[in-house]
């Protein structure tokens, strides 16, 4: 099982469409996938106009809820864990205040743990258990049943990036062909060495996947590219091109492989053999 993290911490650079046709593409090459939402936006629930469940990520960080009880079916061979939408947007509070808890004394703790008893939020006094690793102890069960896991996290850097970072063995960052996401992307290459060293971690960037890439903008793109060269080298993969039919795609619930359309699935393709022959 090949956990990836799709991260920038630019906004509207295409995590979420490369999670769903990524995950479709390897999906299609008979490769076992899950797209685990990080995302409080909900895209890859919405995209797939999936239904909404008792059990979301969310559920698993706080509650300590297995994994498998939070998977819904979308495609064959793919599958994906709901976020829990704005719940999940209150992880990295939550999270903080168990560590804070962590840190009382005996007395302090046992009078603590009494109040909260009393108001029946004892599980907020049980988050002084929960680590940066709950998400990779939580998907560790699944490791017989996927071979890819794909994680699609939200722009915002906080405690759950580190959570994603932990749980992955690959990041990938998507730039589009902008400098503000060049920048976004050397920031995700800082905050991935600070939890590398902090948790003795080899978990690196990977994969830069050029999106957004436009003939009609020949310059731009370029000189990006340019630069994405100097920075990354050979972790710079085939570019994900400008399409319309990707744009309607999430629309319709669907992905260019349902569409059929040519250029996509040419990009998605190419994309899931580069990710297949690294792993």
Not at 35 to 62: C, H, P, S, Y
Not at 81 to 91: K, M, Q, R, T, Y
Not at 214 to 229: I, P
């Amino acid at each position: 099982m090949i956990v990836i993290a799709i991260v920038n911490s630019k906004g509207g650079v295409g995590k979420s469409t490369i999670s769903v046709h990524l995950g479709h593409a390897l999906a299609l090459a008979g490769k076992r996938t899950l797209i685990v939402d990080m995302d409080i936006q909900e895209n890859i629930r919405i995209w797939f106009d999936a239904g909404q469940k008792e059990i979301t990520l969310f559920e698993i960080l706080v509650e300590g809820k297995k994994a498998s009880e939070a998977i819904t079916n979308v495609r064959e061979n793919l599958d994906i864990i709901p976020s829990g939408g704005d719940n999940l947007g209150a992880v990295p509070y939550l999270l903080n205040l168990g560590i804070q808890f962590s840190g009382l004394s005996g007395n302090d703790r046992a009078a603590l743990k009494k109040i909260l008893q009393k108001i029946d939020m004892q599980w907020i006094f049980d988050l002084k258990n929960v680590t940066p690793e709950i998400l990779k102890k939580s998907l560790y069960p699944l490791k017989n049943t996927y071979d890819f896991i794909l994680i699609d996290c939200s722009p915002s850097r906080t405690l759950l990036h580190t959570i994603a970072a932990v749980a992955s063995d690959h990041v990938m960052v998507p730039v589009s062909m902008e400098w503000l996401s060049v920048v976004g992307s050397a920031q995700v290459g800082s905050a991935i060495s600070e939890v590398r060293e902090k948790y003795g971690l080899s978990t690196d960037i990977s994969f830069v996947v050029p999106t957004f890439v436009d003939r009609r903008r020949s310059r731009v793109c370029q000189e990006v590219n340019e630069d994405l060269a100097k920075m990354y080298g050979d972790k710079v993969t085939s570019p994900i091109r400008v399409n319309g039919k990707l744009s309607e795609a999430p629309s319709w619930g669907k992905t260019v492989f349902d569409l059929a359309d040519r250029r996509g699935m040419e990009d998605f393709k190419a994309l899931a053999k580069r990710v297949i022959q690294n792993g």
